[in-house]
């Protein structure tokens, strides 16, 4: 069975997380309400020393770049085996609940490996909610099929959230 790599990073390299209201289509009986206020927060991590600031799982920063040196551990994936390495961000507050998390990253995925961005938020009555993938993304598709995961809610989620990571132990 042929094992590939994959970094599974449960933030961004880069995320914007906002407020942004959602107003019904054009053709909708009632005219939307006004917009309320616009929160937006961002947080990025580009270099040696803001990477290291994160929690490394067989994976090691040098300047702008993060490289796998190592397997943190194995998983399933469509029915075969990957072998994974993560980078978790530190935990990062908005100051305001959010509504939406939007990720960004720019990577190099040489062979068959690719990267997966994972987030959790916590409410503002302290709940964790589950990981929720927010893509998947491979220079080449045949790898894996280039995704971004939209409508991942829970029970938790489903309330007014404020997205934060927090270091997982273990995957």
Sequence with gaps: MERRAVLRSTL??????STAGLTGPAWAAKPP?????????YRGWTS????????HLGTA?????????SAAGQFTYL???????????????????????IA???ADTPGATWVQVELRGVTAAGNT?????????????????RTSVPGQ?????????TPGPRPRGGN
């Design 129 to 145: 909610t589950a990981w929720k993938i927010m893509g998947r993304w491979a220079a080449d598709d045949a790898v894996v099929q």
């Design 61 to 69: 920063t040098s300047g702008d770049a993060m490289r796998i040196t």
């Design 48 to 55: 040696d020393a803001e990477f290291g600031t994160g929690t």
């Design 33 to 41: 309400p006004p917009p309320g206020p616009r929160h937006m927060a």
């Design 104 to 106: 960004s990253w720019t």
């Design 79 to 101: 029915g075969s085996s990957y072998d994974y390495a993560s980078w978790t961000s530190p935990m990062v507050t908005t100051g305001f609940p959010a509504t939406e998390a």
């Design 153 to 161: 809610t829970d029970a938790t989620a489903a309330s007014r959230s």
């Design 12 to 17: 961004a390299a880069g995320a914007a997380i």
